[in-house]
């Protein structure tokens, strides 16, 4: 063997597909809060698929804290039915986790945009109370979506059971991007955990974390049409050290 010739490395990493990075980040490129959505339904095979990927998620000591019940066909209709007559009675239950006591700075210039761009994109003049309300309420109806996840924790891990269940969120959606699926992250349905306990029967111990509404996109719909910002890195990460 020559001097220049190079033996195969034993490290695991380098015998993973180079690729591997650039097809997540097309993942999380491609990948936007649908909604709007074609009747459809996915199949069971493929939603199978979404949830053993996710399954994957890691999570503190391995406890793997989340539950996800899913709604398809008319037991989706059912339980739309159910939450968008609760929320458009106006108020709030109280919810499971405290709610975000108030956005500043950066975060409600964030939150701002994202605003902006949706009410842009379905019509609705800013300062225009009465059609943002209305348009809130879609929330409830799963944006027309033939599925829906409600997504629960266990109640003595408190927050990090929450936040382990946001890590299985984030990869539910990212493995159904992969599969052609659209799905948005909603945690407007936790405002109604009052409901959502009712109609699953929840045990004491279970808490409501957010939903994820799911199902093929309806690509040509106005409000699929915009896509939110990124901040940059030097916003979001700091280094120490080389």
Do not use: C, W
């Given at each position: 063997m020559s001097a220049t010739s190079t033996k195969p490395s034993s490290n695991p990493a380098s015998?993973?597909?180079?690729?591997?990075i650039d097809v997540l980040e097309a993942l999380l490129a491609a990948r936007y809060s649908c909604r709007a959505y074609k009747s459809d339904q996915v199949p069971r095979s493929v939603i199978e698929r979404i949830v053993t990927t996710a399954q994957r998620t890691a999570s503190w000591c391995n406890s793997q804290p989340w539950h996800a019940t899913i709604f398809s066909g008319a037991e989706t209709d059912r339980f739309r039915?159910?939450?968008y007559t609760a929320a458009s009675s106006g108020g709030d239950a109280p919810t499971d986790f405290p709610w975000p006591r108030e956005y500043r700075d950066v975060y409600l210039q964030r939150r701002r945009e994202s605003g902006f761009q949706l009410y842009d994109a379905v019509g609705i003049p800013k300062g225009d109370r009465a059609?943002?309300?209305?348009?809130?309420?879609?929330?409830?109806?799963?944006?027309?979506?033939?599925?829906?996840?409600?997504?629960?924790?266990?109640?003595?891990?408190g927050v990090y059971g929450a936040v382990d269940c946001g890590a299985?969120?984030?990869?539910?959606?990212?493995?159904?991007?992969?599969?052609?699926?659209?799905?948005?992250?909603?945690?407007?349905?936790?405002?109604?955990p009052d409901v959502i306990r009712e109609y699953l029967k929840l045990p004491a111990d279970r808490l409501v974390v957010c939903g994820i509404s799911f199902g093929y996109p309806a690509h040509d719909a106005p409000?699929?049409?915009?896509?939110?910002?990124?901040?940059?890195?030097s916003e979001a990460v700091t280094f120490v050290g080389e």
């Open positions: 015998k993973q597909d180079a690729g591997a039915t159910a939450m059609a943002g309300a209305k348009q809130a309420l879609e929330n409830f109806k799963f944006f027309g979506a033939p599925h829906v996840a409600i997504i629960t924790t266990t109640e003595p891990l299985y969120v984030a990869n539910f959606m990212l493995a159904a991007q992969a599969l052609g699926v659209g799905s948005i992250a909603q945690a407007a349905l936790a405002r109604r409000i699929n049409s915009y896509r939110t910002s990124r901040a940059p890195l």
